[in-house]
């Protein structure tokens, strides 16, 4: 019996983010004796355990913000040389990528992937030049593209974005479900009122999720839907900023940072309507856990349209007013939430195609470059 396709993803960290959610959701389906992940990182992740539990190995150099250009640099080829049995190398680190691709084929890494999961880049104008120059090491160095969405593939891969296999953001439609039994029980663990209207968010505590505007939308709802709460699933380097604005606006009854949550499955259950204003994404995973939990979601026309799975519930809304937001907030249906799997899955969304997908496109670039 042949050894499985080891194929190695490189990510900052394995924690609760979308493309390692993605990863994950991967993972756990995908046919290991066929195909075995191993992870680059640079920071210790919540997921570092089980996937060493699944056979996974997952290798840590320091990133570039610790050790500079030249010690990064220096640290990526090193990996490689010492880790030469490598045949596919999958990067998710957007325009930084380049850098992780250029090291890889200096090392004879066959195939070599670079993942767009995003249409923007994060950071100051230094930052953003930075990653503008990595980001010129993309295409001359990967053999292969690939992206959660159209969008996010014109935004990293330019000229070349219809060359890329869109990979889409796959989540188990079973697990995320509506129970109104799980819905019952959450709610009371969180001491929610039975008649509370709650808005829920699922993000990062950082810039590109505009945790602030949200915070300022919901100051709005609240003055029209007294019984409206707020809770907010996630973490991040904002945290104290935001819980400032909570503080300041006077809404610490009714807004509750949650942190981050191993059982946002359950946690949607207990939401009734899903908000997210963020200045750009590539396709959130969260939208697509919140349309297969049968929840209503406003969201930042920023987003693409990808993101509709055709259920009926995606609202699309300007940023720039925060009443505007509250007043459609306010009227979205909360006496019934349908099952709506079928539509996640005729888009084909659900993670048993993605992972069928993706192992496809392992095998068959794999042969193309042996």
Not at 39 to 52: S, W
Not at 122 to 149: D, F, Q, R
Not at 196 to 210: E, S
Request: a positive charge; aromatic letters at 10%; charged letters at 20%.
């Amino acid at each position: 019996m042949r050894e499985p396709i080891r194929v190695l993803h490189v990510v900052v960290n394995m924690e609760r983010g979308g493309a390692e959610t993605l990863l994950m959701n991967v993972y756990r389906n995908i046919n290991r004796s066929k195909v075995q992940f191993d992870f680059l990182t640079c920071q210790e992740g919540v997921f570092d355990k089980e996937i060493q539990e699944m056979g996974g190995r997952v290798h840590r150099i320091p990133y570039v913000s610790k050790v500079g250009h030249l010690g990064y640099m220096k640290a990526l080829n090193k990996f490689f040389q010492e880790h030469d049995h490598y045949a596919i190398v999958h990067s998710h680190l957007d325009k930084m990528s380049g850098f992780v691709l250029r090291a890889a084929k200096k090392a004879n890494v066959p195939v070599r992937i670079a993942h767009s999961h995003n249409t923007s880049s994060e950071g100051n104008m230094i930052v953003k030049l930075y990653k503008w120059y990595a980001g010129n090491h993309i295409l001359p160095n990967a053999t292969n593209l690939m992206a959660c969405s159209d969008k996010a593939a014109r935004w990293l891969f330019t000229a070349k974005a219809q060359q890329a296999f869109i990979v889409k953001n796959g989540v188990d439609t079973k697990k995320f479900s509506y129970s109104q039994d799980i819905r019952y029980h959450v709610r009371k663990k969180l001491g929610l009122h039975e008649d509370a209207f709650v808005v829920g968010h699922v993000g990062r505590f950082c810039h590109q999720k505009n945790h602030l505007f949200l915070i300022e939308a919901f100051h709005e709802l609240i003055k029209k839907k007294p019984n409206a709460t707020l809770l907010l699933v996630g973490d991040g380097p904002l945290r104290s900023h935001i819980e400032e604005k909570i503080t300041t606006l006077n809404l610490h009854h009714a807004v509750h940072c949650l942190g981050e949550r191993s059982n946002v499955h359950e946690m949607l259950q207990a939401f009734d309507t899903f908000v997210f204003p963020s200045f750009h994404e590539g396709l959130p995973v969260t939208l697509v856990e919140a349309q297969a939990a049968g929840l209503p979601c406003v969201i930042a026309n920023t987003i693409t349209d990808e993101v509709d799975l055709g259920a009926g519930l995606v609202n699309f809304l300007e940023l720039g007013n925060p009443r505007e937001w509250a007043d459609k907030i306010s009227v979205q249906e909360t006496q019934f939430r349908h099952q709506s799997s079928q539509y996640i899955k005729n888009a084909g969304f659900d993670i048993s195609t993605v992972t069928k997908d993706i192992t496809a496109q392992y095998e068959d670039v794999l042969a193309n470059y042996q």
